[in-house]
């Protein structure tokens, strides 16, 4: 039988808390008590989370022992993306680093790369280090665990997705807004046979701008048979090959909306293959590098990476600041406008 031990060290080579806690058949909080030699653990309880240790090799005096133990400051913060080499990513990181770098902090970053078990071994590495704050993209279906390992005095912020069995402060956009949008703009282009494009569905981003797209579709008086819904495509190279597939069927569709920058790529790549760039319409969720030099240019629905990095940023620093007097801030939601970029590619009408 392969445990989560098993699939956890073939991803990422290192044992987690969660790992140790799996093994012992105990939860997160068990094992921390057990390390930290706290009270009411029953004698045969604490043996088997002891054997779980032993069994994996885990050294929690470098690592989960000390989470919750007295945190001092050590200018620093954690910051887990989606994938560095991502450009939306990217413009996110680095207006995080600007504001930072006002405060004299350092900024530790770390790709998600949509690994569950790579989400649970960043955040504990971060907290390893002493960062005096998080600022996360989830990908577990759960983030009940950092309630277990992060210490009281570090702020978490969560970007881009909404946490689940966790309350802190989310900054991220209006997904369910912005793909509705997109899709009103291209029934308006008289569009009816439109394939939406969407990454896995256990990504919370994904699943948002499938129920705006599907939302709208409803809305406009479509039945389900009218448009397409297609799911899983989660890099360029499926996208292209989805399109492909789609635009040579018997009924392909007349129009695009891919629900993220990657599927865009793969789409655009598809129809210039295809030669039907100036025939099928697109429309793109977040912006695309050199979208606006193409024939045509790239119609998109633009998210403000800046702000969604400026704004996280600034409520850490914010939580810190209040931490420090022992009041900390209620968590909010700060859900961030997007805007439908015109180029040209989503104003093709229908033939």
């Known amino acids: 039988m392969t445990s989560l031990s098993d699939s956890a060290s073939t991803s990422t080579g290192r044992v987690t808390i969660r790992d140790v806690a799996r093994q012992a058949g105990v939860g997160i909080k068990t094992v921390s008590r057990v390390i930290n030699d706290e009270p009411n653990v029953a004698a045969t309880t604490a043996a088997r989370v002891r054997a779980a240790i032993a069994e994996l090799h885990w050294e929690p005096d470098s690592h989960a022992s000390n989470l919750r133990r007295v945190h001092t400051r050590t200018k620093s913060i954690g910051l887990l993306l989606g994938s560095v080499d991502n450009p939306f990513a990217a413009a996110i990181h680095r207006a995080i680093e600007d504001v930072a770098a006002h405060h004299g902090v350092a900024v530790l970053a770390s790709s998600l790369d949509e690994d569950p078990v790579r989400e649970v071994a960043a955040v504990e590495n971060f907290l390893r280090r002493k960062v005096d704050g998080l600022i996360l993209t989830c990908s577990t279906g759960s983030q009940a665990y950092l309630a277990d390992i992060v210490p009281k005095k570090v702020p978490v912020v969560f970007i881009d997705r909404e946490p689940a069995d966790y309350t802190a402060d989310v900054v991220r956009s209006d997904n369910v807004g912005g793909a509705a949008m997109a899709a009103r703009h291209l029934l308006s282009r008289g ?30 008086g479509l039945a389900p048979d009218d448009y397409l819904v297609v799911e899983d495509v989660a890099t360029s190279a499926i996208a292209e090959s989805t399109v492909l597939r789609l635009l040579s069927s018997a009924h392909p569709p007349t129009a695009i909306f891919s629900s993220q920058n990657l599927i865009t790529i793969g789409a655009v790549r598809a129809l210039r293959k295809l030669s039907l760039q100036h025939r099928v319409a697109l429309v793109g969720f977040d912006d695309i590098e050199l979208g606006d030099l193409l024939d045509p240019g790239v119609t998109v629905i633009a998210q403000h990476p800046n702000e969604i990095g400026t704004t996280a940023a600034e409520r850490i620093f914010e939580q810190l600041e209040k931490h420090s007097n022992d009041v900390p801030l209620p968590s909010g939601d700060f859900v961030l406008g997007v805007d439908l970029v015109v180029r040209g590619s989503g104003e093709i009408r229908a033939e």
């Open 191 to 220: 569009h009816r046979r439109i394939a939406g494009l969407f990454d896995k569905p256990r990504i919370w981003t994904a699943g948002q701008r499938k129920a705006g797209f599907v939302s709208a579709m409803d809305d406009f």
